[in-house]
């Protein structure tokens, strides 16, 4: 486990651009993006909307492509750095079952299997299996337990999205990538699920990078990395709801906010 004040860097953007359109059309949704995000913390990607949040997150992932720049999945000792700008689709198939997670707003579950197949569908579809230990531990600490062989439309939203976490969060992967996940949830649940990523990245030193609206949302990261129009606009760390909120007005308003490293 990493110490508090060191930063190990689980994937990184190098002056990643992202341009669509062309002509009169164009936007450059991401303009010479660095950053990196660091292993076993929580970082929330904020910013207003259209500022390039989504399209970072997806091109970290490896779901998008990059126009000029490079993006890296950082290796451990254990598994070697991955240029994932220029990884072909099978490597990039072969990451985001092994070494990507994912948790989307819209929960993204298959609706005719129980919340224990859902669960361990990427494992079974990479030909390997959890610990029964780890499997259990998983579950129980998102509290699951009694709800493994309910149907995903048996189950709460806030119940689903904890299927959908536990699901990420069995394989271990390298990072988990979290689209608005409480986007869809009342405040009682959407905090139930924050808190579970967060004690994820405190207990088992998993990696999360989070995009959000939401600033109480951002309060559950070690870091908030601001985005406006394709920039890097500053990070708080640390973050509150207020900080949060008072960052975004700055960016609304156009005065610098802190600095990025
Ligand atoms: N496939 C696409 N084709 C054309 N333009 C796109 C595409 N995807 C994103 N954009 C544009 O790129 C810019 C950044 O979009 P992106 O979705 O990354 O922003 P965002 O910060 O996630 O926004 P929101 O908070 O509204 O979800 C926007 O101007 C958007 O319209």
Request: with cysteine; charged share 20%.
């Amino acid at each position: 486990m990493t110490s508090i004040s060191s930063f190990v860097p689980a994937c990184s953007a190098q002056g990643v651009a992202r341009v669509y359109g062309r002509g009169d059309a164009e936007v450059r949704a991401l303009d010479g993006v660095s950053v990196a995000f660091a292993r076993g913390r929580f970082t929330a990607i904020m910013g207003p909307s259209g500022s390039g949040k989504s399209t970072l997150m997806h091109t970290l992932a490896g779901l998008d492509g990059v126009d000029s720049g490079r993006v890296i999945l950082h290796g451990d000792g254990r598994r070697a750095d991955v240029e994932i700008s220029t990884a072909p689709d099978a490597v990039l198939t072969e990451l985001r079952r092994d070494r990507i997670g994912f948790v989307f707003q819209a929960f993204n579950l298959l609706p005719v299997l129980t919340a224990r197949d859902n669960i361990l569908l990427p494992m079974r579809l990479a030909g390997s299996r959890p610990t029964p230990e780890w499997f259990d531990e998983v579950t129980g600490r998102l509290g699951l337990t009694d709800r493994l062989d309910h149907l995903p439309h048996e189950m709460s939203g806030g119940q689903q999205q904890r299927v959908a976490v536990a699901r990420a969060l069995l394989p271990q992967p390298d990072v988990i990538f979290a689209d608005e996940p409480t986007g869809n949830l009342d405040s009682q649940s959407g905090g139930e699920v924050l808190s579970m990523l967060r004690s994820s990245v405190r207990e088992t030193g998993q990696t999360v990078v989070m995009v959000t609206h939401d600033p109480v949302a951002a309060s559950y990261s070690d870091r908030v990395v601001l985005l406006a129009d394709g920039r890097l606009a500053g990070e708080i760390a640390q973050p509150t709801a207020d900080s949060v909120i008072d960052a975004m007005r700055d960016l609304r308003t156009s005065r610098t906010v802190v600095p990025v490293r």
